[in-house]
């Protein structure tokens, strides 16, 4: 019991430092905003039409995007003074995440790009660009 209270302690005044705090509030928030993912794939069938096997593709895709989002982070940000990096990430992916608007409201046909391929471009910046926000903090 004395073990633990004292361990309890420890934790409890690293918790308190603002080093801790700060970049833990800020992946609370960043995870509990709400985003499109669990809303896509019902508007891609309902509304797209798209089969089980065009959602098979984006995941396909989303996956290479991830995968992207890796190497650039590790090849072009590891060294970037985490403030800066993540200010101009979210901005980045705020701008980006709006490409879905394209699709929903049919932009992507007035010029020419049907809706599968312009989802799978959709999915692998958007996937990209969520783990160049969610990848440095895997890495603390």
Same mark, same amino acid.
């Given at each position: 019991?004395?073990?633990?209270?004292?361990? @309890?302690r420890k934790i409890w005044s690293a918790i308190k430092m603002r080093?801790?705090?700060?970049?833990?509030?800020?992946? !609370?928030? !960043?995870?509990?905003?709400?985003?499109?993912?669990?809303? *896509?794939?019902?508007?891609?069938?309902?509304? &797209?039409? !798209?089969?089980?096997?065009? &959602?098979?593709?984006?995941?396909?895709?989303?996956?290479?995007?991830?995968?992207?989002?890796?190497?650039?982070?590790?090849? !072009?940000?590891k060294g970037l003074d985490w403030r800066s990096y993540f200010s101009?990430?979210?901005?980045?992916? =705020?701008?980006?995440? *709006?490409?879905? @608007?394209?699709?929903?409201?049919?932009?992507?046909?007035?010029? =020419?790009?049907?809706?599968?391929?312009?989802a799978m471009g959709d999915t692998v910046v958007v996937d990209m660009?969520?783990?160049? @926000? =969610?990848?440095? &903090? *895997?890495? &603390?």
């Amino acid at each position: 019991s004395g073990g633990s209270s004292g361990a @309890l302690r420890k934790i409890w005044s690293a918790i308190k430092m603002r080093g801790i705090w700060q970049p833990g509030l800020f992946v !609370f928030m !960043f995870g509990v905003f709400p985003n499109t993912s669990s809303v *896509l794939p019902s508007f891609y069938v309902e509304k &797209l039409n !798209f089969t089980a096997a065009d &959602l098979s593709y984006l995941e396909v895709v989303g996956g290479l995007g991830g995968a992207l989002g890796m190497w650039i982070y590790n090849r !072009f940000c590891k060294g970037l003074d985490w403030r800066s990096y993540f200010s101009a990430v979210i901005v980045l992916a =705020g701008v980006l995440n *709006l490409s879905v @608007l394209i699709l929903v409201f049919s932009i992507n046909k007035s010029w =020419g790009v049907p809706d599968l391929p312009f989802a799978m471009g959709d999915t692998v910046v958007v996937d990209m660009s969520q783990t160049l @926000l =969610g990848f440095p &903090l *895997l890495m &603390l």
